[in-house]
């Protein structure tokens, strides 16, 4: 009998095993792979460590990530500044405009529309500031009319790399969030506080108009020295005894006992819990137990989820137009976001070579998505066939829910008592492996209000 099952072994589930393990609960992992980490985890391919998709680490100076790293981990791995977001263009890259000052000289779109935008962004952060719910609010109803193509390209681009959705169906409050005008690390000045109901609410309070003027975020945001594999070493490395994990163990279903969780199974065997902690897709729990009901089914199928491609790249030799820390985006033809990954830290590729990971959004089949994806690369860079000398393709879910206008996020809560889900469609805030954390933060947090743990 255990006290905590927890149905996958990715960076929520981890996390939350490393938690409530630390806690003293007996704790049992089952992973339906043959590896842990889910999508944070670095391969190596050739002589190259390529991460799941390339990574940017949000709010990690005071966010959900650092509480928990702070608090459990035996220690925490090194973060690289991760350096800055840039647009590519004709004439090489230029800086994404993060603030009102900056957009004033972003000659990257004409001088009419940038004026436009800034007027919409203050707008919508004045909002957001007083108190509006603007989660339910795409982005494309709340731009002026009359912009150029090459702008509504642009904000297209931007809304498709921070919610993996066009601008119609992305949510001004995502865009604030993600583009960093707005954040809300600053929650976490005390002990645990309920998160899933907060929202914009909460942000409300911490949210400075001064930002317009002067963003000062990027600082927070890193990248893990070594690669996505150093994190994900160091949750395993703190894992205390009393947490046990098996891989290549697939949970078939959530057993429950008068309404209330009481185990898993697995093809071979039942496994008797207290509690279950599903970090797998929310979207797959109707398969999985018999009595849910019914009204809570229909809003799990409402969950919007999103594809993308990645395309890793190793280089024969290091090109000039790779040389800086950060990532870029295109937003003509098919838009890409792309890191020279291995700019971050030694070993990431072979001394003297270069791994640049590009990602593209998957909104048709994946054979003419990779055949458009070559066509920007070779357009945009048309020397780099000479140095490509290895090619790696991913097809990935980065995020379980996507934060669409008309999407569904459950709670960490379920209508089955003691069932309790984590992971990136368990959180509305934030981004990837910060919302993962945002969704293991607020477990702790319901377990406590249930009786489930005890008071801090
Ligand atoms: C291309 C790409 C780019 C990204 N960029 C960023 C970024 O810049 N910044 C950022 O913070 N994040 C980014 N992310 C997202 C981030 O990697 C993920 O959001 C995060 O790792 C998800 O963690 P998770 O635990 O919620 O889910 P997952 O990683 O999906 O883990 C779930 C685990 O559960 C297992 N599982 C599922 N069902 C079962 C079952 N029935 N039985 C047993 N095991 C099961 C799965 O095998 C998996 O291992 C990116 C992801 C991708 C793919």
Redo the contacts with the bound molecule.
Sequence with gaps: MYDVIV?????????SALALGKHGKKVLV????D???????SYRVDDFWV????????HLQKGPLRVLMDKYFDYTPVFVDYGSYYVRTANGIRLVPSNLREFATFDVLPRMDRLMLSQAVTKALTLVTFGTDMSKESVYSCLPHHLSDDTYSFVDTISYFLSGKSMRETSVYRILYGSSFVRNSAIYDGEYQTITDQLVGQITSITGLGRLVTNKTSYAQAYPSGG?KTLLGSVLHSLPDNVEVRTD????SILTDDGKASGVS?DDESYDAEIVV????AK?LPG?INDLPADYRALLGRIDQAK?L?IWLGLSQQMKEFDYTGSEVWFKEKAYWAMPISNYSQGIAPKGKQLV?F?FVVEDSVKSERDRAWETIHHVFPEIEKRIEMVHY?V?????AAVSIDGYIPDVRTPVSNLYL?????AAE???????AY?VIDLLKCMREDRHLEPA
Aim: aromatic letters at 4%.
């Design positions: 149905v996958g072994g990715g960076i929520s589930g981890l996390l089952l992973e339906r792979s590896y842990l980490g889910g999508n944070c985890n991460d799941t998709g390339p990574h940017a680490i949000t996505l163990t697939q949970v078939r697995t599903h970090s797998g897709f797959d999985m993308s990645c990971g990602m991913q990935t879910t980065p995020e379980k984590v992971g990136t469609d368990a934030s981004m990837g492996i910060t919302r993962a969704s």
